[in-house]
């Protein structure tokens, strides 16, 4: 179980996110809206001040719906 005053701060941490990224909490909002199934890639690409990319990605199974399904609840979705 959480301690409930790390639950309020990461609250706070992800309301500030959204308040400076609100074009991503959009995106975010709406993929999953839309529904993460069993066999969608979620696929994440970071690039630096210097240009360098890195990318990962995930298929999606059927255990991981789980865990999004908290992370949509989380984020209040």
Request: proline residues 5%; charged residues 25%.
């Given at each position: 179980?959480?301690?409930?005053?790390?639950?309020?701060?990461?609250?706070?941490?992800?309301?500030?996110?959204?308040?400076?990224?609100?074009?991503?909490?959009?995106?975010?909002?709406?993929?999953?809206?839309?529904?993460?199934?069993?066999?969608?890639v979620i696929e994440i690409?970071?690039?630096?001040?210097?240009g360098e990319e890195m990318?990962?990605?995930?298929?999606?199974?059927?255990?991981?719906?789980?865990?999004?399904?908290?992370?949509k609840e989380l984020l209040?979705?």
């Amino acid at each position: 179980m959480m301690n409930p005053a790390s639950m309020m701060k990461i609250m706070n941490l992800k309301n500030e996110f959204h308040r400076q990224h609100p074009k991503f909490a959009a995106f975010l909002k709406a993929a999953m809206a839309k529904g993460v199934q069993e066999g969608s890639v979620i696929e994440i690409t970071v690039k630096n001040p210097e240009g360098e990319e890195m990318t990962a990605n995930i298929k999606v199974q059927p255990g991981d719906l789980e865990l999004l399904q908290e992370i949509k609840e989380l984020l209040g979705q």
